[in-house]
């Protein structure tokens, strides 16, 4: 009987290509959920778990465990993932909104941008230094994946020690909301250099120039337009009847504005984490009494269903047998002592103040969900069928995501700390 159940199971996958897809969701979002609550469990953040198992889950078959490699090359489950990157960089958006990007004062605005030039010139150095066979291209994109940082960590230390409203806090979250901006406006123009030598276009600083500019002027234009349209666009929907008017609405200006950064040659999650920007209580708020739900509320299961898919995809895609090879452990201590010792540069912008520098400087250390999507879209990045990024590369930048986003929470505790013995002692 359970030998005929089998035989029968297989026919239906066999015949349904639904079959497999929702098989390899229930699997997903198991070890997920099992990898997140153990990471939680140690202090550290579930997206961390979520990665991890992901990175196991793909190498079983070094176990001699096999059947669960085709998730990782699954369409309609990378298809769900890239949704899942969407979904995560419009939730991170709504965490900031366009007023407290002009608020944060030129002080976290000089912390930004050493934090996104200081790595990124360093990632390229590294690369150039170590994979001397390898493209400009590819120094490139190591060096643009190094300029991400990841809000969501550090924020939840600093609330964690009942210092979310300390100086240093404002500045290092103000600064990381730029730093975002600044590197998606990098990543943005990276990925388009590297699409437009794909289709044959030369490189020149001209061509540069031009897609910075068309990237700057997308962000801050939609920014712009957004902040006096988007209230319209509630206000018409709050006539609407029914339920889940507000979230359908939110979806469709993240989902429009993903596609318009498509159009014009940006990475879509560009414009869901715009989108996100722009969005801000006031504009739904008749809505949100209406539904009596927050959007962030109506967000969260969504989240909770797709960025999981994510991250286990992201962890799955790691070939761990690439660290059998030197070079590759090599590359991966290289940047990571690029991504810490780039980020240690924000400090400079404390200098001369009374603000905490090495908190400062460690508070933008890890890259976490954000370098992940990095890392992610250069994966899918070719120059003349050739791969950017290839799985060993690949496998280096996560495991510098990793080491980053796992070392923060205690070097921002300790920091913090030191600073607050030193005055007790004082």
């Not at 349209?229 to 029914?242: H, I, M, Q, T, Y």
Request: charged share 15%; net charge neutral; proline share 3%.
């Amino acid at each position: 009987m359970f030998s005929g159940f089998l035989q029968a199971s297989t026919a239906v996958i066999h015949t349904d290509p639904l079959a497999p897809v929702v098989l390899a969701l229930a699997f997903v979002l198991a070890i997920a959920k099992l990898g997140g609550d153990v990471a939680e469990r140690v202090g550290q953040p579930a997206v961390l778990g979520e990665l991890i198992v992901g990175v196991i889950a793909g190498n079983l078959s070094l176990l001699g465990i096999h059947g669960v490699q085709f998730i990782a090359t699954n369409e309609t489950l990378s298809v769900l993932a890239q949704l899942g990157a969407i979904i995560l960089l419009f939730e991170v958006g709504l965490e900031s909104t366009v007023r407290d990007m002009m608020r944060v004062g030129l002080r976290s605005l000089i912390v930004a941008v050493l934090g996104v030039v200081t790595p990124f010139a360093l990632g390229w150095w590294v690369s150039s230094l170590l994979l001397p066979q390898y493209s400009l291209y590819v120094h490139a994109f190591l060096g643009a994946a190094l300029t991400a940082t990841s809000v969501g960590i550090t924020a939840r230390v600093l609330r964690d020690l009942g210092r979310s409203q300390s100086p240093e806090a404002r500045i290092i979250l103000g600064a990381a909301v730029i730093d975002d901006v600044l590197g998606l406006v990098v990543l943005a123009a990276v990925a388009a250099v590297i699409s437009a030598a794909d289709s044959g276009t030369a490189f020149s600083y001209f061509a540069l120039a031009l897609i910075l500019g068309k990237a700057l002027l997308f962000l801050f234009g939609a920014l712009s337009i957004g902040v006096v349209f988007s209230p319209r666009l509630f206000s018409l929907a709050s006539r609407l009847r029914g339920s889940g008017v507000l979230l359908a609405t939110a979806l469709v200006f993240c989902f429009t504005l993903a596609w318009l950064a498509s159009v014009i040659g940006l990475a879509p999650i560009v414009g869901a984490y715009a989108a996100g920007l722009i969005l801000e209580d006031v504009h739904y708020r008749e809505l949100a009494v209406k539904e009596e739900r927050q959007l962030e509320e109506l967000i969260r299961p969504i989240s909770a269903f797709l960025v999981p898919v994510f991250f286990v995809l992201m962890g799955m895609r790691v070939d761990l047998t690439a660290f059998g090879r030197p070079e590759i452990v090599g590359l991966a201590a290289a940047l990571t002592v690029a991504a810490i010792v780039g980020k240690q540069a924000c400090a400079l912008g404390a200098v001369g103040t009374k603000l905490d520098w090495m908190s400062i400087g460690v508070g933008m250390i890890p890259r976490g969900e954000v370098g992940l999507i990095f890392a992610n879209i250069g994966l899918n990045l070719v120059v003349r069928g050739e791969r950017i990024i290839d799985a060993a590369t690949y496998s280096a930048v996560v495991i510098m995501v990793v080491f980053t986003t796992l070392i923060t929470p205690p070097a921002l505790k300790w920091s913090l700390n030191r600073k607050n013995d030193a005055r007790r002692e004082g």
